[in-house]
């Protein structure tokens, strides 16, 4: 049974710091690269950044430099650093296999806000 559960969303203000984290099914996890997406209000779902199983690493334009995916294999968890947040960060977080699979968790809101 696939499972993705996304948690540690919240509000920050302008500048904060939010660590995600995302336990997934070990069927699905050990042998798939991970991501994160993100949907912001009336904007289509768009990727974030990737990790793959051998800890290797691409992240999005938009957020390079601030934010950071890691993932520990041994607990099945993906997790997404994320520092210097801005207005426009705010959005639904959701971590998926790359590609996706057509199941989707329920996310985590990220606001950020003053």
């Known amino acids: 049974q696939v499972q993705l559960v996304e948690s540690g969303g919240g509000l920050v203000q302008p500048g904060g710091s939010l660590r995600l984290s995302c336990t997934a099914s070990g069927s699905i996890f050990r042998i798939n690269t991970m991501a994160w997406f993100r949907q912001a209000p009336g904007k289509q779902r768009e990727w974030v950044a990737r990790?793959?199983?051998?800890?290797?690493?691409n992240h999005a334009d938009s957020v390079k430099g601030r934010f950071a995916i890691d993932r520990d294999n041994a607990k099945n968890v993906v997790y997404l650093h994320m520092s210097g947040l801005e207005r426009e960060d705010t959005a639904v977080y959701y971590c998926?296999?790359?590609?996706?699979?057509?199941?989707w968790g329920q996310g985590t809101q990220v606001t950020v806000s003053s």
């Open positions: 998926n296999t790359y590609p996706t699979l057509s199941y």
């Open positions: 990790i793959q199983p051998d800890y290797n690493t």
